[in-house]
């Protein structure tokens, strides 16, 4: 855990020197430069003492690099396109389990077969009007309306308006190849 870099970075980007925080945290130079160069560990009181300094939250500084906040820019989203429906499907974030997507079905398009996998949806009807189907439940739906399912029992959505509707899916899984 590389907490002391963490530290200095913050302590950089604020403009703030060692001596003023010595100051106000009645820690000694040495021991900070020490837990800056990641040479000492702080005990969790010292690690609140300096992140209540510092004006972060004691958390953040114990978050390993790869549990930091992820962007993903609107041009660098990964973006797949079936070729029978010309459904696009843009994928927009994922941390862990979840994932969020949005997806464009053309007007008469569809996402296929009924299919069924791991996890659990929720859906935003975005733009337009669409059929949801799932078991014996069979739901029209238009721009503000949401529905949900257990994705493991067959489901299908299928564009019934006449422009392009667009979805937005957050979809919950343990496991995050669908």
């Known amino acids: 855990m590389d907490i002391g870099s963490k530290i200095r970075a913050i302590r950089n980007r604020k403009k703030i020197t060692i001596a003023q925080m010595c100051e106000e945290t009645g820690l000694s130079k040495g021991f900070i430069s020490n837990v800056e160069n990641n040479n000492t560990s702080p ?36 973006v797949t396109t079936s070729k029978e429906s010309n459904l696009k499907v843009e994928h927009l974030a994922s941390r862990g389990g979840l994932s969020i997507r949005l997806v464009e079905i053309p007007s008469g398009a569809s996402t296929g077969e009924k299919n069924a996998h791991e996890g659990e949806e929720c859906h935003l009807v975005l733009k337009g009007k669409i059929l949801a189907e799932q078991g014996e439940d069979s739901y029209i739906l238009q721009q503000g309306d949401t529905f949900s399912w257990c994705a493991s029992v067959p489901h299908y959505v299928k564009n019934i308006g006449d422009d392009t509707a667009e979805i937005l899916i957050a979809i919950y899984t343990e496991d995050l190849e669908l």
């Open 43 to 78: 005990s969790i009181t010292t690690l609140q003492t300096i992140a209540a300094f510092l004006k972060v939250p004691l958390p953040y500084l114990l978050l390993e690099k790869d549990e930091h906040m992820t962007v993903i820019r609107k041009n660098e989203r990964e």
